[in-house]
């Protein structure tokens, strides 16, 4: 007499959680939480260290959601014509560089520069980024994948500004050392963000050895740790 079949069932993912949809909602979420964690003293940064008048905080802004807005209507007929996961990627690295040059600035120009280059990533990256969640979706669970991805949008800009408050009060209210905490987390959060889209993109020589893995992540931590060097050379030097 043979014994029954014991075996637990294997939990399988649903259809519509491929893996682009998984790579590209960790991602956001990452960008977001950096991004939002960041942006809220940034103002602070403008006025108080660089000595900006306040019409250039409204200017800056102004320039930078412009430029992603005219960014978006060529980003969907690019992403048509060219290959997406090298957009989407060029995308967070624009956003990577533009975070990194407002570390190194000396007057608010530069910081308009900066501001203007990271938004022109997110209007690069938006489209193809969109087609390629819902790649391979049949239609009827195309709003799921988008809902998804919205959710963890939301939940990235819900924790950045709670990371935010939380060092605001663990320093005393003091806005020098909250400045340096800030840039080092959004620097290596934007580092891994980027990662994982230059592994997934397949820029980085391919995704299957762990060379570009050690490689690339060097690189995000060194520019991690960097930046609360340079951004407490600045505040200081003022």
Not at 23 to 45: K, M, R, W
Not at 96 to 106: E, F, S
Not at 159 to 168: A, C, E, H, M, S
Request: overall charge positive; proline content about 7%; hydrophobic content about 50%.
């Amino acid at each position: 007499m043979t014994e029954p079949d014991t075996a637990p069932p294997v939990e399988r993912r649903p259809a519509w959680l491929t893996r682009n949809v998984r790579v590209l909602c960790g991602v956001s979420f990452l960008q977001d939480a950096a991004s939002e964690l960041l942006y809220p003293i940034l103002p602070i940064f403008l006025t108080v260290v660089l000595g900006a008048p306040p019409v250039a905080v409204g200017a800056i802004e102004g320039a930078a959601e412009g430029a992603a807005s005219i960014t978006k209507v060529a980003a969907g007929r690019l992403a048509d014509r060219f290959a997406r996961r090298p957009l989407i990627g060029a995308g967070y690295g624009l956003a990577a560089v533009g975070k990194l040059l407002i570390a190194l600035a000396t007057a608010w120009p530069l910081v308009l520069v900066a501001r203007v280059t990271d938004r022109l990533g997110k209007g690069l990256r938006g489209a193809p980024r969109d087609a390629l969640l819902v790649e391979g979706i049949p239609s009827g669970q195309r709003g799921r994948v988008f809902g998804l991805h919205r959710a963890a949008d939301t939940a990235g800009a819900v924790v950045g500004p709670l990371v935010g408050l939380v060092l605001y009060e663990a320093f005393d209210h003091r806005l020098r050392p909250l400045q340096g905490t800030a840039q080092s987390l959004y620097q290596g959060a934007t580092g891994a963000a980027v990662l994982l889209a230059g592994l997934w993109a397949g820029l980085l020589w391919g995704t299957d050895g762990h060379l570009p893995l050690l490689i690339s992540g060097s690189i995000a931590l060194a520019l991690a740790g960097a930046f609360p060097a340079i951004v407490r050379w600045r505040t200081e030097a003022r």
